[in-house]
């Protein structure tokens, strides 16, 4: 069954993967919804229900007083003007442009989300059929995989990180039990480097996963965090080798654009088009993508990589002062992301212990003005307190707040 809308294809290999008999039959045959807009976009526009009159917002000469003035400021007259208009449902610009920043060929290799969360539920909603499928997650690792799982009536199996002295590693020997127990798992969400583990996992261990016969799905690697890691680590080199691999990456993280909900798939065109067939036709908005393909100019990526620099010197200094604060153990993981894991202890050279970690992580919020986020009920992360890389100051205002308490 030919996929409606594929314009090119990506690649052949691993011999024992196929997408299409993964993908739901409801979802394989979808007629996509089609806007008049898409086959006319010049000339009076009265075919979508639009707003004659142009967006209500206050005038452009607005004072930065106004909620939203210097947002707008960001958007050029044109863009502004024509907000009255659905937006594209396609953004190829911003697509070609997210394509040659990550090294793929085209836009045919780019899915937009609304953030990487949307991006992670289209997957679920496209490969797996409620109340029967299956999907592989890693824990500790994002929780969203095992939310939207529920969401979509998935089950999940869960194969746990190897965690001794916070390794946080795949066990490829675990995960070859769960395959030949769940011969027809969907997806595999490997999170590199995960959260909150911090931590890479090796191209060559993705690759084996992807060479693996046992498992016939597809592997997700989200890289959210991927712009804190060294270079060379990415797994985007792989998606052009392997139809079996996909990569989410966001711009919230790196580029500092959370609030604008961008987030996209770098996958085979195969997978893009059967994610853009199922989409909601407008899902990323003209604000978002103008934002998104300012951040990913020249001048945008300039500021990311300034921005990466000097905040992965701060996670150097916030990892050396914690190890000189009492009751503060070890910093688990690997480091790579924009956050570390670090474990508080019973006592000074005592044992990780929860009930002191949760301890302090209330009274830093409550009496220090200081929010981090506890995780010591994730696997392998005993007493751990998640800690946000923030700026010189703010990482020296939680480290001395943090002394106080631990004082
Ligand atoms: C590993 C991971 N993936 C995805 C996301 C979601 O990112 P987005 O803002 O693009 O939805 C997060 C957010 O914290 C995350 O930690």
């Known amino acids: 069954m030919p996929i409606l809308g594929l314009k090119s294809n990506g690649p052949a290999t691993p011999a024992h993967f196929a997408l299409e008999p993964l993908v739901r039959p409801n979802i394989l045959t979808l007629v996509p919804y089609r806007a008049a807009r898409d086959d006319y976009s010049d000339g009076v526009l009265l075919d979508a229900n639009e707003n004659a009159y142009g967006p209500s917002l206050p005038s452009h000469t607005a004072t930065d007083a106004t909620p939203g003035a210097s947002a707008l400021a960001l958007m ?117 480097p995960g959260n909150p583990t911090g931590t890479l996992i090796p191209l060559d261990v993705i690759k ?112 050396a002062d914690l190890q000189q604060l009492p009751s503060i153990g070890r910093v688990l993981g690997g480091n790579d992301a924009n956050f570390i894991l670090a474990e508080v202890l019973d006592a000074p050279g005592g044992k990780p212990s929860n009930p002191r970690a949760v301890s302090v992580y209330k009274q830093m919020a409550e009496t220090k003005g200081v929010v981090v986020r506890f995780r010591g009920g994730e696997i392998g992360c005993e007493g751990c307190l998640r800690i946000t890389i923030g700026t010189e100051t703010e990482c020296a205002t939680a480290i001395a707040r943090l002394a106080e308490l631990l004082a």
């Open 76 to 192: 050029n007259e044109k863009e502004i003007a024509s907000l009255n208009r659905y937006p594209s449902p396609t953004h190829d610009d911003l697509k070609r442009r997210i394509a040659s920043m990550r090294g793929l060929p085209s836009e045919d290799w780019v899915f937009l989300g609304v953030g990487s969360d949307e991006v992670i539920d289209m997957l679920y909603r496209v490969l797996c059929v409620p109340a029967k499928d299956k999907v592989l997650t890693t824990p500790p690792t994002y929780g969203m995989y095992a939310v939207s799982a529920q969401i979509n009536d998935v089950g999940v199996v869960k194969v746990p990180l190897i965690t001794e002295g916070g390794a946080f590693q795949l066990d490829e020997k675990a995960m070859d039990e769960a395959f030949k127990a769940n011969p027809d798992l969907k997806m595999l969400f490997i999170c590199s």
């Open 208 to 319: 084996r996963v992807a060479e693996n016969t046992l498992f016939k799905g597809v592997i997700v690697v989200d890289e959210a965090y991927i712009d804190f890691a060294p270079e060379g680590t990415s797994a985007v080199e792989l998606v052009q080798q392997y139809a079996n691999i996909c990569v989410s990456q966001t711009m919230s993280k790196s580029f500092g654009l959370a609030a604008i909900r961008l987030g996209y798939l770098l996958a085979s065109p195969e997978l893009v088009q059967i994610l853009t067939n199922a989409k909601a036709p407008y899902n990323v908005s003209l604000p978002t993508a103008s934002l998104g393909l300012a951040a990913v100019s020249d001048e945008g990526r300039a500021v990311m990589a300034r921005n990466t620099i000097t905040l992965n010197a701060n996670r150097t200094k916030l990892i």
